[in-house]
């Protein structure tokens, strides 16, 4: 989201609320000049060259090279269309080509920059975002949802196997991990570090799990012949020695079998930097506006905190969130690397740090450099402070330590599914979700009810009702419900905040959210015949999920009960209120507890569940699959 | 400290003080006790750190082999040589680091309620804490013991004492991390 430039005269921003590539003027004051050049489309990364300026477009999905003109202004000077949501990039270490990514339509392109064209586009797995060159043909890139990284070598992809946290992790298990929008290399290429969130990694009251930098040990640098990770792994039978005072106050919210900091050093790990002088990394945590020094030479990074520097302020208790440098989302370093460079997004600022004192003992420093405000708010009075919170996980009221965007990150999703129990805390019995089951209490022996994370963007519009049951009237009484299920307890006992909030939040989901992209053109043969099959008496498709009304009857119907998916408790109730279709193609795995994997196991394993597909044929199938994705 | 009993637990996956007694707790309930050293061959836990300056952590090569390393003596601990960690925060300033052979000791002069490993290979790790003195709460320090060997990767966590939610007492400490890259000259060891 933000870059310095080569000659550290200028900052350039991503601005992506705005549409538009910002150039701020160094050094950093309040009083920095801002330039700003409107772009056809929301960029989303943003990478400073000698002479030119590569912005990434989502929408349509461009690579943008840009140059500054006579008078300073910045002018195209290459637009190179990409498929849809083109995200993140990354520079081949020779300087002559770019990798970059696109989120929805899971491809990484690679263009030849002299040339001024992509030479390959592979597909890969959902959502990539974070790309890293480590030769001039082979990269890593990370995905907002997944464990597993993906390395390309010469346009062939493969799955790299990466657990998440594994000292946090139960006795081994392989989380889910989300979140991952940065990866970056150390400076002798030896080290892949993965900053992400692991679903349900343990932690004392942890409900969400924890950020983690996962650390890959790479095969490039010559030392190893495969990739592989480095990490100690968690189990239940560790050693461990306690004190009389441990031993008479120690509970089962606080045991000392897993690490005491309930809380990781950042929510919502947004970018990245290795900061080579010191041999740390610099995490930019979108949730809880810091920015977090971590040794990159530990085992486990997250675990060796340098500081944490605390760059929002001003959290106005109406609002809950920062009123100066909330989210921040983008990291760059001086040329010195004493100075780190942070946009914060929700308030639309550049904010400047000074990494050269000695960090503190108590771990958080307070200062900044110099703060700038570079665009105002975009968006309507409520919308804009409805955005604030969306991405805010300090706000009591909202949820228990992670924001909405730590699970609907951009308003889609994380691909959990997560587990929904009753069981008792410091606080007495409530209703609360939980990673993994192994989050919860072995004394509530439960595994909980599995509620996958819907996808929020173009879900918002209708008056209602909402939930996986129905059982929310509106917008705001589901978002009032999901303050109280997300978190470790009972939320707090303040009605007239809650409404306020839920308000503030409604107005940012139906105004504020981007939609996922989507080709407008005219359907196939195959995509028209599996439009016949869903609109068909027979398939019965259309009777709920009504195309007028955003393919969805917003009704809740009783349904044969099936086999629970394996780590959850069985259902109590079996009615499911008729989801909308539209972007499903974007939001494997489906149903409430993500039984199908992909659309075509979906429609397999239907049979006559809803509607009736057992009829199809395989062709029939494949078609009404095809439909579905143009959805 | 006026009175120091040692008790040496073996072999144990957790222990707890028991009045006027000092703990250790020996990683790696697997081990069959004939393994595990006899109290007169554990390491003296109150072995001071030696004097001079901290030498890098492979001032001599860290000797490697494939059979199991035996724990120094409690005399060898006493000539040990006080080594660097790779990194210290300066919540850690009270640590000190000795080495003898491939064995290295940490001990933390803070306020500490429960050393626990969090991951990695359990065998052959030690810890100790004292029983405090009447009138403090919590043990005045902990030490902690490994072996060092390429492949190694562990992390402990030396429990703080402090107010926690839910009335607790035991709040988050120094994070103690060791891993060896195997082709590597040293170990790196963190403690933050």
Partial sequence: ?631 | MKTRRWQLVLPVLAVSAAAGTLVVSQAGAQSPPDTAPSPSAAPAPSAAPAAGEEQAIDFVPIPTSDEKPKPPSGAEWQSATAVRFTAKGPRARMCKMVRVREWVKVRCDRQTTAVTQLGGAAEGAFFWLPQPKDSEPAPATAEVMFPLRPGDRRVFELFSYGPAYGGSMISPGLVLQEHWIAGEKAPVIVIR
């Fill in chain 1, 1 to 631: 989201m933000i870059a310095r430039s080569p000659t550290a005269d200028a900052l350039f921003v991503a601005d992506e609320d705005h549409g538009a590539l910002r150039r701020v003027s160094l050094p950093l004051s309040a009083q920095s000049t801002v330039a700003e050049t409107k772009l056809p489309g929301a960029p989303a990364q943003v990478i400073a060259l000698g002479d030119r300026v590569l912005v990434t477009v989502r929408d349509p999905g461009l690579l943008l090279v840009m140059r500054p003109d006579d008078k300073g202004a910045m002018v195209e000077e290459a637009r190179i269309p990409l498929a849809a949501d083109a995200w993140g990039m990354a520079l081949s270490p020779d300087d002559k080509r770019v990798f970059v990514t696109s989120a929805w339509t899971h491809k990484v392109s690679l263009v030849d920059l002299a040339e001024k064209k992509v030479v390959w586009e592979v597909d890969v797995a959902r959502e990539p975002r974070g790309v890293v060159a480590v030769s001039n043909d082979t990269v890593y890139v990370s995905h907002l949802m997944g464990a597993d990284l993906t390395r390309i070598t010469g346009g062939k992809a493969e799955s790299v196997d990466l657990m998440p946290s594994p000292v946090r992790a139960p006795s081994g298990k392989k989380l889910h991990a989300s979140l991952g929008y940065s990866l970056t290399t150390s400076s002798d290429g030896d080290r892949l570090f993965v900053a992400r969130h692991a679903v349900g990694a343990l932690a004392r009251r942890s409900w969400y799990g924890q950020p983690t930098i996962d650390v890959l040990l790479l095969p490039s640098s010559g030392k190893r012949t495969a990739a592989e990770q480095l990490s100690a792994l968690h189990s239940s039978a560790l050693p461990r020695v306690t004190s009389a005072v441990a031993d008479l106050t120690m509970t089962a919210d606080t045991p000392v079998t897993i690490p005491g900091r309930d809380q990781g050093p950042f929510v919502q790990p947004r970018a990245m930097v290795y900061r080579k002088k010191t041999g740390t990394l610099l995490v930019a945590g979108e949730g809880d506006d810091v920015v977090a020094e971590l040794d990159a030479a530990a085992l486990d990074p997250t675990m060796a905190i340098v500081r944490i520097f605390k760059v929002g302020k001003g959290y106005d208790y109406a609002v809950g969130a920062a009123s100066e440098c909330g989210a921040p989302s983008g990291i760059a370093l001086s040329e010195d690397e004493n100075t780190a460079y942070v946009a914060c997004r929700t308030t639309n600022e550049v904010a400047s740090l000074d990494l050269t004192p000695d960090p503190p003992e108590g771990l958080v420093v307070n200062d900044r450099l110099a703060l700038l405000r570079y665009a105002e708010e975009a968006l309507a009075l409520d919308a804009g402070k409805g955005r604030k919170l969306f991405y805010n996980a300090t706000d009591p009221v909202v949820s228990g330590g992670l924001a909405c965007a730590g699970c609907h990150p951009e308003g889609r999703d994380d691909g959990h599914v997560w587990h929904e129990a009753s069981f008792d805390t410091v606080d007495g019995v409530n209703t609360n979700f939980v990673g993994t089951y192994e989050n919860l209490p072995d004394l509530a022996r439960k595994k909980g009810f599995p509620r996958r994370t819907p996808m929020l963007a173009g879900n918002t519009k209708a008056k209602g009702p909402y939930g996986w049951h129905g059982e929310s009237d509106t917008l705001p009484a589901r978002l009032m419900g999901g303050f109280g299920l997300h978190r470790w307890g009972a939320p707090p006992k303040d009605p007239g905040t809650r409404v306020g909030r839920s308000h503030l939040l409604t107005e940012f989901l139906r105004v504020g959210l981007v939609l996922p992209p989507r080709e407008e053109r005219d359907l196939t043969d195959q995509e028209k015949r599996g439009k016949e099959v869903f609109m068909s008496a027979e398939a019965k498709c259309a009777t709920c999920h009504i195309p007028e009304t955003d393919y969805t009857d917003r009704t809740a119907y009783p349904f044969r009960k099936v086999a629970q998916v394996t780590g959850f408790d069985d259902e109590e109730k079996q009615e499911f209120k008729t989801p909308s279709l539209r972007f499903v193609v974007g939001r494997a795995p489906y149903f409430h507890d993500g039984r199908a994997s992909t659309l075509e196991k979906l429609v397999e394993l239907n049979g006559d569940r809803m509607g009736k597909t057992s009829h199809l044929t395989e062709e029939d199938r494949s078609a009404l699959v095809a439909f579905l994705r143009t959805l």
